[in-house]
């Protein structure tokens, strides 16, 4: 109750340093440097890497008609993102120590989110990118263990 | 959930990541790393080729089918960015604060149990084309490094794991 409670509050703590560090910096002009970029991928102008990265554009596409709509989108799914990352990697650490040291290292991560926030609000590839790899992790963990001697792990 | 479901669900994971960034790669050789003790089991050879061929397969015809006109940041551009002042007036403090976390997790490597050490074989693959086409002062680059060193870092042994 009391660890759930916790994870609750840095979850909550990591939507405010968001809404505070990065959808702050977003309303003072990135939305205008992404809002070509978004386009662009979409019909294919815009130049590598980013033509290359089609996953978080399109996903967002259909909640994306002007710049106040792209920046609670992408602001809406970095939260979501960030918030999903921080929960499968507490489910990822239980796996390897006690859950007091597994709280103490999502709190740890969460500190150095807000890093992240400053520079890299809208760079919603980035947490779906550790969410996808962190979700591998877990399969990988459950496929390894398959038949395996104990021994082994 | 069946031992197929779980093969198919990392199948899954790479098309995902792949769509999203060419990085998934790292997916392709986390398998490779942790089942390397395996690797004379049909099985595991055959789907650690599907998921090589997943990654190429997709992220190849992304490449071949959206002809980019051209690079929208050169290496030789962010290489600017990260050695100009203002890049390494950035870069450093950020990287800096993560250090000690870093070397402990260096430091207790050979503690953890096989499954982590061996994860930590992908790094390079992940780590120099950050270097290469990386902003450095980005912390978010290292998000997807954290499940792989924070273990390491906090690394306790748990009774019964």
Redesign the interface.
Same mark, same amino acid.
């Given at each position: 109750m009391v660890r759930r409670a916790l994870l609750l509050t840095v979850g909550l703590l990591t939507t405010v340093y968001y809404v505070k560090f990065g959808l702050i910096r977003l309303s003072a002009g990135p939305a205008e440097f992404y809002m070509p970029l978004q386009a662009g991928v979409l019909d294919g102008t815009v130049g590598s890497p980013f033509t290359h990265r089609l996953l978080v554009p399109y996903l967002l596409s259909p909640f994306i008609s002007d710049y106040r709509s792209l920046t609670l989108a992408y602001g809406v799914a970095d939260v979501i993102f960030y918030l999903l990352f921080l929960a499968l990697l507490d489910r990822w650490l239980c796996l390897w120590i006690a859950e007091e040291a597994a709280l103490l290292g999502v709190i740890l991560t969460a500190l150095i989110l807000p890093l992240m926030f400053i520079w890299s609000a809208m760079a919603t590839s980035s947490p779906v990118e550790a969410c996808l790899f962190i979700g591998g992790l877990l399969c990988l963990r459950r496929l390894y263990s398959w038949d395996m001697p104990r021994s082994s792990s | 959930?069946s031992?197929t479901a @779980?093969?198919l669900?990392?199948a899954t @994971?790479?098309i995902? &990541?792949t *769509? =999203?960034? =060419? !990085? !998934?790669i +790292?997916?392709v050789a986390?398998?490779a790393a942790?089942?390397w003790? #395996?690797r004379k089991e049909r099985v595991i050879i055959g789907w650690g080729l599907i998921y090589l061929g997943l990654w190429a397969g997709v992220?190849g015809l992304?490449?071949l089918t959206? #002809? &980019?006109?051209? %690079?929208?940041?050169t290496p030789a551009t962010v290489l600017a960015g990260n050695l100009s002042r203002w890049g390494y007036e950035?870069s450093i403090p950020?990287n800096l604060a993560?250090l000690p976390?870093w070397v402990v997790a260096f430091l207790n490597r050979h503690r953890?149990?096989?499954?982590?050490q061996r *994860?930590l074989w992908i790094m390079p693959l992940y780590l120099v084309p950050v270097l290469i086409?990386g902003m450095w002062? %980005? +912390?978010?680059?290292?998000?997807?490094l954290?499940?792989l060193l924070?273990?390491l &870092? +906090?690394?306790?042994n748990?009774a019964g794991?």
């Open positions: - | 959930m031992k @779980l093969f669900g990392y @994971l790479i995902l &990541a *769509l =999203n960034r =060419n !990085s !998934s +790292v997916l986390a398998y942790v089942m003790p #395996r992220y992304i490449v959206r #002809r &980019a006109p051209g %690079e929208w940041i950035q950020y993560l976390l953890a149990p096989l499954f982590l *994860l086409y002062h %980005e +912390v978010r680059l290292w998000l997807t954290v499940p924070l273990p &870092a +906090v690394w306790k748990k794991k």
